[in-house]
Structure formats: structure tokens, C-alpha cells
């Protein structure tokens, strides 16, 4: 019998209990086969009460045991810890990081010895099963391996493979994007209200709409160009509400906004 790859988090905050939640309600993981760690003992506690997964106070705990390690910690934590697991990863263990603006090679100095190395960009939608998630990955990586660490990243989302050098675009469309989102619909929620709307109502109706237009170009594959043009009738009242997002700069502010992000990742 093929023995199971055992998983380790280091770290055990939103983004990581995302993930965890994902493979284990789709089934890509066990969850005797997942173990994390955290350096806050309730944060431990609750991961160990909602996912039923071994957790530890000690990082080099799960670096010693994990087949595949995910680094979920904030970008600026990666030195120290790093530093403190480095000697404790075995050889043929894949080391997954999803730090922003931090690269292959970045990740494979700070071990001082060449690993097998993933980085991808996950984001918050994980939360919910609707992640995006960029992957690339250092030629020490198999393809059987990067598909197993692609199986575990599609288990909350989609998950696609892009070149290095995009990895800080993706930040920008997909690991970012989703405070953008909520600005636009917290503002679309807002003039609903002023129209009289109660506010739980307006956030559900203009949820729902930028859920259902998201999805109507996915599955259609249609140009977001072309859907627009689809509900803007002659002389209605869509094509003045564009008129009005045109005039105040909307796709320029969006792209600005955008290309800020990409510059502070790659800045990182």
C-alpha cells in the first residue's frame, strides 16, 4: 500500500485554514495527514478543534515530518523562519510558499542549499472554495510532484500554472483583487441605500450581480466588452451609468490601482 504524503502548514491563519478546509472537504487530504504549526497556542487550539488536524508549538516539528510544506506565513516572517526549520526539511520534501513578492531563488538562499521549491498566490475567496491561485515552481520539482501540489491548490479554487515572471501580475488580478471587489460593492451597496434600499438587501443584490457576471463570462467565454454591450440598451439606463464610470475614470483608476499593487509586490 502507497504510503500517504503527510502535509505541514507553518502558520495557521485565514489563508492557511482556508486551504486545510478545502482539501479536506473535497477529499485531497486526510486529516490524520495534515499537521501545522503556529506560534500562538489558541490559534493552534482552534485549528485542532475545527479541522481535527495534530498541530505544534514548534516549526521544526512539521518541517521534520511534512512530504510537502506550505510556508503560510507573512513575507517579512520568512527569514527567521526559515532560518529556524532549515536544517530540519528533509531533502525530498516540496516547500511550498505563498508569500507575496518573494521569489523561487529568494526562498532557496534563505535554506542556503538547493530544494525543491513551489510558489503560488492563493487568495482570500479560498475561504469559500472559489480560490485563484498562480503556481510556478524550480526545476528540482518533478511534474508528478507539481501535480500533487496542483491537485491539493484545486481543491479550493482553480489553480494554473504561469511562467516566474508573471507571479507579481498575479498578485495584482487575482491575489489582491478581491479587496478591490469588495470596495466596488461595498460602494454599489452604498447608493443603494441612498435609493432607500435596507443595506443587508443592497450588499446581497449587488453581491449576487457581480457573482453572476463573473460567472456568466467564464461559462460563456464571451470578451467582458461584449457582455457589457449585451445589457446596454439604446437610450437605457445601463449605458448612462457607464457614461458616468467612463467620465470618472473607472478602468483607469482600476488599472493604476493594479499596477501599484505589481510594483510594490515585485518591491517586496
Do not use: W
Not at 510556508?71 to 529556524?84: D, H, R, S, T, W
Not at 488580478?173 to 460602494?187: H, I, M, Q, R
Request: charged share 25%.
Amino acid at each position: 500500500m502507497e504510503k500517504t504524503k503527510k502535509i505541514g502548514f507553518i502558520g495557521l491563519g485565514n489563508m492557511a485554514t482556508a486551504m486545510i478546509g478545502g482539501m479536506l472537504q473535497k477529499g485531497a487530504a486526510r486529516r490524520e495527514d495534515i499537521i501545522g504549526s503556529d506560534r500562538l497556542a489558541e490559534t493552534c487550539e482552534r485549528a485542532e478543534g475545527k479541522y481535527g488536524i495534530i498541530t505544534y508549538l514548534s516549526n521544526t516539528a512539521v518541517a521534520r515530518q511534512a512530504d510537502i510544506l506550505f510556508l503560510a506565513v507573512k513575507p517579512q516572517f520568512y527569514p527567521e523562519v526559515i532560518g529556524e526549520i532549515r536544517s530540519a526539511v528533509r531533502p525530498e520534501t516540496v516547500i511550498v510558499s505563498i508569500a507575496a513578492g518573494k521569489s523561487l531563488d529568494f526562498v532557496s538562499q534563505q535554506f542556503g542549499v538547493e530544494r525543491k521549491i513551489v510558489r503560488c498566490m492563493p487568495n482570500t475567496p479560498a475561504l469559500v472554495l472559489a480560490g485563484c491561485s498562480g503556481v510556478c515552481a524550480n526545476d528540482r520539482v518533478s511534474r508528478e510532484e507539481l501535480k500533487e501540489v496542483m491537485e491539493l491548490l484545486r481543491s479550493f479554487g482553480i489553480a494554473e500554472e504561469v511562467p516566474e515572471r508573471l507571479m507579481d501580475a498575479v498578485v495584482g488580478v487575482s491575489g489582491s483583487s478581491p479587496a478591490y471587489v469588495f470596495l466596488f460593492l461595498e460602494a454599489m451597496g452604498d447608493a443603494a441605500v441612498a435609493a432607500g434600499m435596507p443595506r443587508q438587501q443592497a450588499y446581497t443584490f449587488a453581491a449576487q450581480a457581480v457573482l453572476g457576471s463573473a460567472k456568466l463570462m467564464l461559462e460563456t467565454g464571451k470578451h467582458p466588452g461584449e457582455l457589457k454591450d449585451m445589457v446596454c440598451s439604446p437610450g437605457g439606463t445601463t449605458i448612462q451609468a457607464v457614461k458616468v464610470l467612463e467620465e470618472k475614470g473607472l478602468r483607469a483608476a482600476v488599472m493604476d490601482a493594479m499596477e501599484a499593487c505589481i510594483e510594490t509586490s515585485r518591491n517586496l
